[in-house]
């Protein structure tokens, strides 16, 4: 069925390390594609997103280029801050049962060394 | 802050008992979702209503129910409580119905069955 797969984490970097985060998807058609930030003891909060295929979201020095080619939409940031540290969610919007739903990858938990 | 509001913040209870979550959505959001989030299923959309009727269904189970009132607010309800139903509980809202609004989260509640 239609799914999200990111990278398996934990993952560490020192502060000023360049960051990627892959995620792939399987669905029918070119779902919109999010990611999704959680900071600790908070819940989720929009980091960037892209709605059709070859737009590229950024935010916050993070960006993602959604590739129908690859069905990815890998996060990337060139340097890395301590602050950066939480868990990071790539979703999609399927269509499930007859609906449109966003649909998680397990999440990847980041942790930045100064 | 997201403006999404979610009581209470813990909640620790019996197998068997009932319980009731409660999200209030930002101002003029029209529409509330509820996802679980527990470690061996990730993050799962459960039911999303729009302007006080039900608009799409996720993995909710028979034994949870949920609502939104005439204000908005949003119950939801867990009934038959298992082990397994320990978990972080968040609402979401978004200003319309579709899947490429942007969702905005609640801070979760947490529920822990013993």
């Known amino acids: 069925g239609d799914s999200v797969t990111q990278m398996e984490g934990p993952v560490t970097l020192s502060e000023e390390a360049f960051l990627t985060i892959n995620c792939t998807y399987t669905?029918?058609?070119?779902?919109?594609l999010f990611w999704y930030v959680q900071y600790p003891g908070e819940g989720l909060q929009l980091l960037l997103k892209?709605?059709?295929?070859?737009d590229k979201g950024s935010n916050k020095g993070f960006e993602a280029t959604y590739r129908k080619e690859t069905t990815s939409f890998h996060l990337e940031k060139g340097s890395v801050q301590v602050s950066d540290s939480a868990v990071y969610f790539c979703?999609?919007?399927?269509?499930?049962?007859?609906?449109?739903?966003?649909?998680f990858g397990q999440g990847t938990r980041l942790t930045i060394n100064p | 802050d997201s403006g999404v509001t979610q009581t209470p913040k813990h909640l620790i209870t019996a197998t068997g008992q009932r319980v009731t979550l409660r999200c209030s959505p930002r101002?003029?959001?029209?529409?509330v979702y509820w996802y679980q989030q527990s470690l061996d299923q990730g993050l799962q959309f459960l039911i999303q209503?729009?302007?006080?009727?039900?608009?799409a269904k996720g993995n909710i189970l028979e034994r949870f129910s949920a609502q939104q009132f005439p204000d908005l607010h949003s119950e939801l309800n867990l009934s038959s409580l298992e082990l397994g139903d320990s978990a972080l509980y968040f609402c979401?809202?978004?200003?319309?119905?579709?899947?490429?609004?942007?969702?905005?989260f609640g801070p979760g509640t947490r529920l822990t069955v013993l």
């Open positions: 669905a029918t058609g070119y779902p919109s």
């Open positions: 979703a999609a919007l399927l269509r499930v049962q007859g609906a449109q739903k966003l649909v």
């Open positions: 979401a809202s978004s200003v319309g119905f579709r899947g490429t609004d942007t969702q905005y």
């Open positions: 101002s003029g959001d029209l529409s």
């Open positions: 892209a709605t059709k295929a070859d």
């Open positions: 209503y729009y302007n006080g009727e039900e608009r």
